[in-house]
């Protein structure tokens, strides 16, 4: 089996992921919202890329049980139900709902990979259950990281190298390639100092100062949940 990780979608070449099983990781924070969100009880997910076009489909869906989420520059949209923060969406929030989602990576990276075998949501909360729902399936893999404006981000690629350890720990064999390589020394280097990376990486830094930074122990957790979204027509459900 071959992994291969991506420090940004901008990496990936055209119909490469057609074949694959893609893990998209934006850590701080879109991917650990998302897996939070389906793990309490949100029915899905609609990703979409630009403000504008989660407008259009909250009104093409309509306004019953759908609520319109998502940041840019790490703060709630004007006139949005709910930001980025992770702790905002609890049981009684978002069961039952739906989420138009846009966020300034990680949705994006999400759009990007429709039409790969098999799309999945990675973050450090569900990354044993991550490695194993990609073995579960005979797919060659692609580990996507969103990045920060097209540039690496230190902690997708930390959440990266955390699936690869997990993916190693049960298939050996597994061959990498030198991003993958890269990103499992990283995870093994802040192994015991998750939430230190985080304080320090560019976008935990820029989330402190406008005040999130309670988010960041809770990006940090590892294997909390089972939950693995999946990407499916255009939607990320719970499997
Ligand atoms: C993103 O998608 O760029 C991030 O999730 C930004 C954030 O922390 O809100």
Redesign the pocket.
């Known amino acids: 089996m071959n992994v291969d990780l991506y420090t940004n979608p901008q990496e990936v070449s055209d119909g490469s992921l057609a074949s694959r099983t893609v893990v998209v990781i ?1 850590a ?6 998302l897996v939070t969100a389906l793990a309490n009880g949100c029915r899905e997910i609609v990703p979409v890329d630009t403000v504008e076009r989660a407008m259009a489909t909250r009104k093409r869906i309509g306004p019953q049980g759908v609520l319109l989420c ?2 840019r ?3 709630k949209i004007q006139g949005f139900d709910l ?3 992770p702790r905002e969406y609890l049981p009684e929030v978002v069961a039952g709902k739906t989420l138009v989602f846009t ?7 999400m759009v990007f990979v429709r039409g790969c075998h098999l799309g999945l949501i990675g973050a450090f909360i569900n990354a044993g259950a991550t490695a194993r729902r990609i073995l579960s399936d005979s797919a060659e893999v692609a580990i996507v990281c ?1 990045g ?2 097209n540039l690496l981000s230190i902690e997708d690629m930390t959440c990266g190298g955390l699936i690869v350890s997990r993916l190693l720990e049960l298939r050996p064999e597994a061959v990498l390639n030198d991003a993958a390589r890269t990103a499992h020394i990283l995870y093994e280097h802040y192994a015991h100092d998750l939430l230190g990376l985080l304080k320090t990486s560019d ?1 935990g830094r ?2 402190v100062e406008i005040g ?1 930074g309670d ?1 960041l122990p809770f990006c940090a957790l590892i294997d909390t949940t089972h939950v693995v979204p999946v990407i499916r027509d255009s939607k990320v459900v719970k499997e």
């Open positions: 934006d701080l924070r879109a991917s650990t919202t998502g940041e520059g790490g703060l930001g980025n923060s966020s300034t990576n990680g949705s994006r990276a969103s920060r404006e976008h820029h989330l999130f988010d």
